[in-house]
């Protein structure tokens, strides 16, 4: 069964959806040196033999600004959630009272922020990559539906469509940029 050219504009609208999707969680992941439970989402503890997300063997809060308390269910693991912290390599030094580990973030240097920056814009350059790339794609699948006999005035519109589609995604991604890059570089 061949597409048909709504199947297709369909398809790149979901495709950038998602585009937008993953660049909205990715820029969540670079925090702007506020404490938060989500900086600890990518360390994996060793609980019995498997390695499972921190989430699932402890309580992960923020009790303010500067502080992630992290408190396991099981008081016995505290060691392994400690080491599995330092070894994510997110650069924390966790303090372990033996009930409870706290993380204290420091306030962010203007060196650090501007790193950040450079990350930020380097995500959302990714994401402008994976949308144009999204647009060849679906531009060539619009080229084969006019060799199996979609006029060409058809292809034309489509082709304009995808291309409003995707400027329309490029300023929505520019924005996001300047969004996240304010609250980077506000102190």
Not at 1 to 13: A, C, P, W
Not at 73 to 93: H, T, V
Request: some cysteine; overall charge negative.
């Amino acid at each position: 069964m061949s597409q048909t050219i709504s199947d297709v504009l369909k398809e790149f609208s979901h495709n950038l959806d998602k585009c937008i999707n993953h660049t909205i969680h990715e820029f969540s992941n670079i925090r702007a040196g506020k404490a938060s439970p989500g900086m600890l989402e990518s360390v994996v503890v060793d609980y019995y033999g498997s390695q499972v997300p921190l989430t699932q063997v402890a309580n992960v809060s923020s009790p303010d600004v500067r502080t992630i308390l992290v408190q396991p269910w099981e008081k016995q693991i505290i060691n392994d959630i400690e080491r599995a912290i330092i070894n994510s390599n997110l650069g924390f030094a966790p303090s372990n009272d033996g009930n409870a580990i706290r993380i204290t973030i420091p306030p962010m240097t203007e060196e650090r922020r501007q790193q950040l920056v450079k990350m930020v814009k380097q995500e959302g350059e990714a994401s402008k990559v994976v949308a144009r790339n999204y647009r060849k794609d679906t531009n060539e699948k619009i080229k084969k539906l006019q060799k199996d006999g979609l006029s060409e005035d058809e292809a034309k519109d489509s082709e304009n469509k995808v291309q409003k589609q995707l400027d329309g995604i490029i300023s929505k991604i520019d924005s996001l940029i300047s969004e996240k890059e304010k609250e980077i570089m506000t102190v």
